[in-house]
């Protein structure tokens, strides 16, 4: 039995042939091609003296832009309702100007806590508005009538024509009250008296 080698690989010989040296420059070409194959290919050398960006300052820009769009959104809220609050008064106000024809009915669709319409006769037309629940209170004195007298749609063509009813008929009572009220003196200018001689 013959003893293993020991020490280092086996020295190569000056008298290695060109086979020999053919065979070592595929190895390091395979090998060189290995390594640009195992590389990342988009890797970019990034030099250690590039700032690195704070994310902290960009946080807090949102964070106040959206409390600026929360406060908005808060006023845009509150003036709504207090709008609403004064539509349904006035509608309110609107029915009981008209207690013969004015009526509340549940609105097409809607259960007992749903969404009601005020409809009434003005101008010798049938006009009606949605309450919302909330409102329906303020119609205590406005008969209620579980079933709905006529349809009509709150969009398109209706909602148009309604506004165009109202428009008008505005505008022909404000006419009827000019052309019957008595005149009144006008403030702030004397009034002519008898000339003196």
Request: positive net charge.
């Amino acid at each position: 039995m013959s003893a293993p080698p020991t020490g280092g690989p086996p020295e190569e010989s000056a008298s290695d042939g060109p086979r020999a040296r053919r065979a070592r420059a595929a190895r390091a070409d395979r090998t060189g091609v290995l390594r640009r194959l195992l590389r990342p290919r988009d890797r970019t050398v990034r030099p250690q003296t590039a700032p690195r960006h704070d994310t902290a300052p960009d946080l807090d820009d949102c964070r106040r832009e959206l409390a600026r769009w929360q406060r908005h959104a808060d006023s845009f809220e509150r003036e709504l309702t207090r709008v609403s609050f004064e539509r349904a008064h006035l509608l309110a106000w609107l029915a009981a100007l008209h207690p013969s024809s004015a009526v509340v009915a549940p609105a097409a669709g809607a259960g007992p806590d749903g969404t009601h319409l005020l409809r009434l006769v003005a101008g010798g037309r049938q006009l009606s508005w949605r309450l919302p629940p909330r409102d329906i209170p303020l119609f205590a004195h406005v008969p209620y009538t579980e079933r709905a007298t006529g349809h009509l749609p709150r969009d398109g063509p209706a909602a148009a024509e309604q506004a165009a009813h109202i428009r008008s008929h505005t505008r022909l009572l404000a006419l009827e009250g000019t052309l019957f009220a008595a005149p009144a003196p006008a403030r702030g200018r004397p009034q002519a008296g008898p000339a003196e001689h």
